[in-house]
C-alpha cells in the first residue's frame, strides 16, 4: 500500500504554524528586550561603521589638545596624548563585541557537544566529562581568564580563547541537565524503537529542545564577557596599545581622575550600556521562552 501523496493545499498549514509559533514568542518578549536588541544592533553597526563615523583616526595624537574637554572639535574630549575619545571608543567596540560574541559562541559549540554527550551516553563517560568541568569551575572565572592570558600571551586569539575556556563548563553543565531530561521522553523512546543511532537522536531530536535554554545562556554569558574582557585590558592583560579598548580606556583615565574625569567616564557608560544590553535580552529570552518563570516572580 502506497503511501498517499500529501494535498498541496495542506503545506500552507504547516507553514502557517510555524509562522504562528515564531509570532507567538515573538509578543512575549517585552519592551526591555527590544531595547537591548536595538541597543546591541546600534552598537553593532557603529563599530561596523567606524572608519566612517569616527571624526579622527583613533591613533592620532595632537600635543595641543592634550586632556581637551568635550568641545565641538572633540565631542567626547581627548586623552593624555591628544587623542580623540570617540573615535577611541568607535573603533574600541570593535574589540569589545568580537570578543564578547565569539567567544561565547566558541565556548557555547564546546560546552554545549560536551554536556550534550555527557547526558546522552551517562555512565563512566558523563562522570569523566562532568569532573573535568568541576575542576575548571574550581577557579574563579576571572582568575582563571587572568593566568591563561599570562601564559598564552595579550593577542585577541588568546584573549578569545581564555574567555570561553572559562564558560565552557556553564554551557556543559546546561546542556547536560537539558539532555538528561529529554533522554527519556516518549519521543526518544519511539526514535530508539525505530532504530535511530545515537547522534542523530542526539543532534536532530534531542538538540532543537534544548536549544533555547542555551541561547538563553548565551546571551547572558555574552555581558560576562564583555565584563571580562574590559578588566583584563584593566589590569594591562589586554591587547596592547595603542589599540583601543573600553578597559585600556578607563585604565588610562584612571591616571587623570581629577582633573579630566570624562576620560573613564565614557568608556566606562559604554561597558555599561553593552553589558546591561547582554542582560536585558537574556532576561527577556527566559521568561519568553518559559513564562512560568515570569509568573513566579
Excluded at 110 to 137: P, Y
Excluded at 169 to 189: G, K, L, M, S, T
Excluded at 285 to 291: E, F, G, H, K, N
Amino acid at each position: 500500500m502506497t503511501d498517499l501523496p500529501v494535498s498541496p493545499t495542506e503545506r500552507p498549514e504547516v507553514s502557517s504554524s510555524s509562522a504562528g509559533t515564531f509570532r507567538s514568542f515573538l509578543s512575549r518578549l517585552n519592551l526591555s528586550t527590544w531595547i537591548g536588541v536595538a541597543v546591541v544592533l546600534i552598537l553593532i553597526v557603529a563599530a561596523i561603521l567606524a572608519p566612517w563615523l569616527a571624526p579622527f583616526d583613533p591613533a592620532r595624537q595632537d600635543i595641543f589638545s592634550q586632556l581637551a574637554p568635550p568641545s565641538a572639535q572633540y565631542l567626547l574630549g581627548a586623552d593624555q596624548y591628544g587623542r580623540d575619545i570617540l573615535s577611541r571608543l568607535l573603533y574600541g567596540a570593535r574589540y569589545s563585541l568580537t570578543i564578547g560574541i565569539l567567544s561565547i559562541l566558541l565556548a557555547m559549540i564546546v560546552g554545549s557537544l560536551i554536556g550534550m554527550i555527557a547526558g546522552h551516553l551517562g555512565g563512566k563517560t558523563d562522570i569523566v566529562l562532568m569532573q573535568c568541568m568541576d575542576v575548571v569551575l574550581a577557579f574563579p572565572s576571572l582568575i582563571l581568564g587572568l593566568a591563561l592570558v599570562a601564559m598564552l600571551g595579550p593577542t585577541m586569539t588568546n584573549i578569545l580563547i581564555a574567555i570561553a575556556f572559562t564558560a565552557v563548563p556553564a554551557f556543559a553543565r546546561v546542556a547536560r541537565a537539558a539532555v538528561i531530561a529529554q533522554r527519556d521522553r516518549e519521543y526518544v523512546q519511539a526514535c530508539r524503537a525505530m532504530g535511530f543511532s545515537g547522534p542523530r537522536i542526539l543532534f536532530r531530536h534531542i538538540l532543537p529542545a534544548i536549544l533555547p535554554e542555551v541561547l538563553v545562556m548565551s546571551s547572558l554569558w555574552m555581558a560576562t564577557a564583555v565584563r571580562t574582557e574590559a578588566t583584563l585590558a584593566f589590569i594591562g592583560l589586554g591587547l596592547p596599545p595603542p589599540t583601543p579598548t573600553w578597559g585600556g580606556m578607563v585604565r588610562e583615565g584612571f591616571d587623570n581622575i581629577l582633573n579630566s574625569f570624562h576620560l573613564a567616564l565614557f568608556p566606562s557608560l559604554a561597558i555599561l550600556l553593552l553589558v546591561l544590553a547582554f542582560n536585558l535580552i537574556g532576561d527577556g529570552l527566559r521568561d519568553a521562552i518559559d513564562p512560568r518563570l515570569k509568573t513566579a516572580s
